[in-house]
């Protein structure tokens, strides 16, 4: 019974943040006309209003801003769409746009970790799969220990990139977007109550993010201590 509610608990943490995003975006992603505009207009209306050195491009999804390339990339579904959720995701990721241009910190570090990071699980994940093989040529546990380690430590990093996202992420939405679409009327007080919601449920997908990878990190750990 507790091996049952633990595997039930297990998948509402790491799958039901993105239901519940699916779900809430879904919800408020019907067109709503009284919008003057749809989600790519207001990216590239904000873009021009903070005079930010970035284009903006539509792709097939994976909204994201791609500090690299100084690209706001929205998916067709916001894009062309006008709905809450457009505006939503378009302001957030111009939120990001922001961070880039003003040079904060953590925007900086959250991009340069990501790329070693991912190079680094790769590298984590190999070193799991080889340790047997090495481990049965040398016949030596501490060879064996040691590339464990080595792949567990790089595999926490995947973890701390999840902690600096996190703040990332929740300074665009709540200290750029919603701050952006509050002062500048763009949105009635009980709209702005709909896109506070949105934000704060895209927020939880990064929660998850994070404890989907520390959890990984204990789950070889505790394969390390057997």
């Known amino acids: 019974m507790f091996v049952i509610f633990g595997i039930l608990l297990f998948l509402l943490i790491i799958l039901g943040p993105g239901w519940w995003v699916k779900h809430v975006l879904d919800k408020y992603s019907v067109p709503y006309e009284r919008l003057p505009g749809t989600g790519g207009e207001l990216a590239q209306h904000l873009i021009d209003r903070f005079q930010l050195p970035v284009t903006l491009e539509a792709i097939p999804e994976g909204d994201h801003y791609d500090p690299q390339d100084k690209v706001v990339r929205l ?20 939120g990001h746009a922001l961070q880039d241009a003003r040079e904060e910190p953590l925007l900086k570090w959250r991009s340069r970790l990501a790329v ?41 990093l995947g973890v701390i990139v999840h902690c600096v996202t996190l703040p990332v992420e929740w ?33 939880l997908t990064y929660v998850s993010g994070a404890l989907t990878s520390l959890l990984n990190v204990w789950r070889w750990i505790a394969i390390l201590r057997r």
Do not use: C, W
């Not at 998916?75 to 111009?94: C, K, N, P």
């Not at 509050?182 to 949105?198: A, I, N």
């Open 75 to 94: 998916s067709h579904r916001f894009y062309h769409d006008r709905s809450l959720s457009a505006v939503a995701v378009a302001a957030h990721e111009v």
């Open 171 to 203: 300074d665009a939405s709540f200290n750029k977007a919603l701050p952006i679409l509050e002062q500048g009327e763009y949105l009635s007080p009980q709209e702005l109550k709909v896109v506070k919601s949105l934000l704060r449920a895209a927020a």
């Open 116 to 156: 070693f990071a991912a190079q680094a699980e790769k590298v984590g994940v190999m070193g799991y799969l080889i340790t047997p093989f090495i481990g049965s040529i040398f016949h030596s546990p501490h060879v064996t220990v040691f590339l464990l380690l080595f792949a567990l430590s790089n595999m926490l």
